[in-house]
Nanobody
Framework: QVQLVESGGGLVQAGGSLRLSCEAS????????VGWFRQAPGKEREFVAA????????TYADSVKGRFTMSRDNAKNMVYLQMNSLKPEDTAVYYC?????????????????WGQGTQVTVSS
């Protein structure tokens, strides 16, 4: 019911910034939670940030708190992840995800819909 398309990844130097975008289509109304996850080589997929589509407080992983900001444009069905002060350890494939519901979760397995991912590489 929901399709997600991500963009905005790339190569940046440490300390730089990137803004990732995720465009949602299909059934994009009603109660949904939306989130960002990432997966580095040799590691499991990990939580980055999530919120309810309708609004409310955004939950961030401790590793990105204060550096990353999640936002959304409801009218355009867009979700963003502004990443500042990037570190080499932020290098990963970043995914946006969505799931019907109102309770924000940090567990990847709880999300039904996923984007294709976009590569973020931070050089030192």
């Amino acid at each position: 019911q929901v399709q997600l398309v991500e963009s905005g990844g790339g190569l940046v130097q440490a300390g730089g910034s990137l803004r990732l975008s995720c465009e949602a289509s299909g059934r994009t109304y009603g109660p949904y939670i939306v989130g960002w996850f990432r997966q580095a080589p040799g590691k499991e997929r990990e939580f980055v940030a999530a919120c309810a589509w309708s609004g409310g407080r955004t939950t961030y992983a401790d590793s990105v708190k204060g550096r990353f900001t999640m936002s959304r444009d409801n009218a355009k069905n867009m979700v963003y992840l502004q990443m500042n002060s990037l570190k080499p350890e932020d290098t990963a494939v970043y995914y946006c995800a969505a799931d019907p519901g109102v309770g924000v979760t940090t567990t990847p397995r709880s999300y039904r819909y996923w984007g294709q991912g976009t590569q973020v590489t931070v050089s030192s």
